[in-house]
């Protein structure tokens, strides 16, 4: 497969948001690097609370164009040269069993990408996609908006490991109710917020009542499979995947599938809350500076290295231009912009995703000493852990081709496979008339109106054993990315997505005709080599993630990897914090982006109280 590599510069953006120059002598209460989940919310909620807040992002504003703002448009957004990064991932250290990625990229330098297994002579291996969206609103704004959130542990672990029970999942709770604008239940439901900014929906499910449709065949045969009544589906579809409850991290279900989308189908991400917060009357004090890279964070040189200090961010460097960063397809070569500094009085917080945040700490002296000293990086603070402990939920699909269409009712499946550790469900998985195999320059392959998919989200990966770490000091280059897949406790995940493909599997022949046969694909081609072995070979090979996490990871005082207390500080230095989904010390649940969204809103809060506390003081 051959795709093009580069048009010319994409249009320029239609961007509401001014792109504000602050004078060099600007000082700011609050600097926020990066307006994702996790930067985005958090800064608009500073500006609120009454603190001068400059938001610094890379990308452009996209909020008024279709692409992105039209939720059913995420494959062609995280396609788009106008926002996209390419980051060029490794899955492993054995470069040979890389090579068995299907589509692994390749610049063949006549401008095209080659993609697959067989590339032309003299192709340069880029390495396996992954793509971010540098824009204002971050990955949310090409992100497909579903929408779950983690399981009781996931934020339990956290209380217990560092000894703070603001975490408990009891509390947390009331983040999600804080940020969410439910558009798909009478108001009142204790588990939902109705007055927030980020609008939820959910996909009309009236389809699972027509009996006669291949699909709902599909769903009953898959309620009999997982111990749900399949005279009940009809009802059991409309479940509510985000209610709060003592058992629901157990229970084997379908569900409606939610996405931070409105009633009409329009994104609802970070970039409407900040946009919102821009244009209130109440005119806060909030800065968007927009097509700017922040290339390292400032510290004072009176608090460095000097004894009875602690060193204190006062600042960032940024260049400034569109495009600078080399994950940009419209980098044009050697291309730079001015650089100065822009200081914060209170605090810098860097929410640059968890590719970004690891690196612009590594390049301001936080990180690894003997890293920082191979680019001769002056060590601020030695923190052996930015950058590692890279998680990911692995992801897999069983891809068929029918006889027919199976039409495109969406089947939501949340289930416990048979060799799970715990209780816990373990599968979040989504059937459809569509084909999802990864990421790719192009990305997803059409296999005609036949195509049908069981795509699986592993919704607690165990190995965490990836790393973000430099391939340089320039702050222009991406940092060299290894996801090490299935290198700890591999065989437990792999077993676990087998059970889970041979139990999707299971319910394909009740299709019916004309659909069947559903003639699969992988990891069974056509029927052939089943094995579990087989499947899990396949997995192990094909697998792929979009949800990294966990690069700048939150831990207690006794934990040599933690990079951050409790309270998103960097441990070893004052006056900055990471809150973005780097900060999750485990992967949270299935799918990211709520979740880090309601953890911007605590870090938000945290940060105001620590405020009030100095002013008080
Ligand atoms: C294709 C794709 C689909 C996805 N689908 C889903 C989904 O359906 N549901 C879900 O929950 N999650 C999904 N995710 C994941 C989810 O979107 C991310 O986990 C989430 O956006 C992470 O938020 P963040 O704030 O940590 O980082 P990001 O969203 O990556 O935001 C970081 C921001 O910082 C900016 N930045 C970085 N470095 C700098 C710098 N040096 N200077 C200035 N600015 C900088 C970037 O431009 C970016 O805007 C998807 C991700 C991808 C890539
Ligand atoms: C957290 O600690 C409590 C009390 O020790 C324990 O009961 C619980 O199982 C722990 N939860 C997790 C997720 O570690
Ligand atoms: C059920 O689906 C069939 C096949 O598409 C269609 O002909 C029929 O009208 C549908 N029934 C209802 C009640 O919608
Ligand atoms: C970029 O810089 C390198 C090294 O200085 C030089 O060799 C190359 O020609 C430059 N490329 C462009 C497009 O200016
Ligand atoms: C680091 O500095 C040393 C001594 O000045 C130099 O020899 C070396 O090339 C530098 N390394 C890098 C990666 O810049
Ligand atoms: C601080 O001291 C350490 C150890 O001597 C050194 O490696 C580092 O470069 C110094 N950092 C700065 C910013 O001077
Ligand atoms: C499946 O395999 C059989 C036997 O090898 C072959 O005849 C058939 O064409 C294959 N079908 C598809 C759809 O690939």
């Known amino acids: 497969m051959r795709y093009r590599l580069l048009s010319a510069l994409a249009a320029a953006s239609a961007a509401i ?3 504000a120059s602050p004078a060099a002598s600007a000082t700011y209460d609050y600097i926020v690097v990066g307006s994702g989940p996790g930067g985005g919310p958090l800064a608009a909620d500073l500006a609120r609370a009454g603190y001068s807040t400059l938001l610094i992002e890379a990308g452009t504003d996209q909020g008024d164009n279709p692409t992105y703002a039209d939720i059913a448009n995420f494959n062609e957004a995280a396609n788009d040269e106008t926002t996209r990064w390419d980051f060029w991932v490794r899955h492993s250290d054995d470069a040979a069993r890389d090579l068995k990625f299907k589509h692994t ?15 032309p002579p003299g192709a340069k291996l880029l390495g396996i996609q992954y793509p971010r969206a540098a824009t204002l609103g971050g990955c949310a704004m090409h992100n497909a908006g579903v929408c779950s959130l983690p ?3 996931d934020w339990d672990t956290i209380a217990n490991r560092t000894g703070d029970p603001s975490w408990a999942a009891d509390n947390m709770r009331k983040y999600w109710k804080r940020i969410e604008k439910n558009e798909y239940l009478p108001a009142g439901d204790a588990s939902h917020g109705y007055d927030g900014w980020l609008a939820t929906s959910v996909a009309d499910m009236s389809w699972a009542k027509n009996d006669s449709l291949p699909e709902t065949r599909i769903l009953k045969k898959l309620a009999e499979l997982t111990g749900q009544n399949p005279d009940d589906v009809a009802s059991l579809v409309n479940r509510d995947i985000l209610a709060a409850g003592k058992d629901v991290d157990e229970t084997t279900s379908f569900y409606s599938m939610v996405t931070h989308a409105d009633n ?7 970039n409407n809350y900040i946009r919102a917060t821009l244009a209130d009357p109440a005119k ?3 800065t968007v500076k927009l097509n700017t890279l922040v290339t390292r964070v400032v510290f ?3 608090t460095v290295n000097k004894t009875g ?8 460097e940024v260049m400034e231009g569109g495009s600078l960063y080399r994950a940009d397809p419209k980098h044009v070569a050697n291309a730079t912009g001015p650089v100065s500094q822009i200081l914060a009085r209170r605090e810098v917080i860097v929410s640059g995703g968890t590719f970004n945040s690891p690196q612009i700490l590594k390049l301001s002296g936080i ?3 003997e890293e920082l000293a191979q680019f001769n990086i002056s060590v601020v603070a030695d923190l052996p852990g930015v950058g590692e402990n890279l998680g990911d939920n692995y992801e897999g699909s069983i891809l068929a081709i029918g006889a027919a269409p199976v039409n495109s009712g969406l089947i939501t499946l949340l289930f416990r496979t048979p060799s799970a550790p715990t209780k816990k469900r373990n599968i979040f998985t989504w059937c459809g008339a569509f084909s999802f195999e990864g990421f790719w320059p192009g990305f997803p392959t059409d296999y005609g109106p036949n195509e049908y998919t069981c795509a699986m989200v592993h919704m607690a990966p165990k190995s965490q054993a990836g790393s973000v770490r430099l391939a340089s000091a320039d702050p222009q280059d991406r940092p060299a990315i290894n996801f090490r897949f299935f290198e700890r406790h591999g065989d437990e995940d792999l077993r676990e997505l087998v059970e889970g493909a041979n139990l999707l599997r299971a319910s394909f022949a009740a299709a019916g005709a004309p659909a069947v046969p559903l003639v699969e694909q992988h990891p069974c081609a056509n029927g052939t080599d089943c094995t579990d072995a087989a499947q899990a070979e396949f997995f192990k090979l094909q697998a792929y993630s979009h949800h990294a996490t966990s690069t700048c990871a939150i831990g207690g005082d006794g934990d040599r990897m933690a990079v951050l207390d409790s309270k998103f500080r960097v441990r070893g230095v004052r006056g900055l914090r990471v809150v973005d989904a780097s900060a999750w010390p485990v992967v949270p649940g299935a799918f990211p982006s709520c979740p880090t969204m309601m953890l911007s809103a605590k870090a938000a809060d945290d940060i105001i109280a620590d405020a009030k506390q100095e002013q008080a003081a």
């Open 105 to 119: 990229t390749w610049d063949t330098g006549d401008g095209t990408f080659y993609v697959g297994l067989d590339p």
């Open 151 to 153: 399981a009781a542990d």
């Open 17 to 19: 948001v001014a792109d």
């Open 264 to 270: 009409q189908g329009k994104r609802s991400s970070p």
């Open 367 to 369: 990180g690894p000493a």
């Open 300 to 302: 004072d040189e009176a």
């Open 284 to 286: 806060y004090p909030l």
């Open 309 to 316: 200090t602690t060193p204190r961010a006062i600042g960032v």
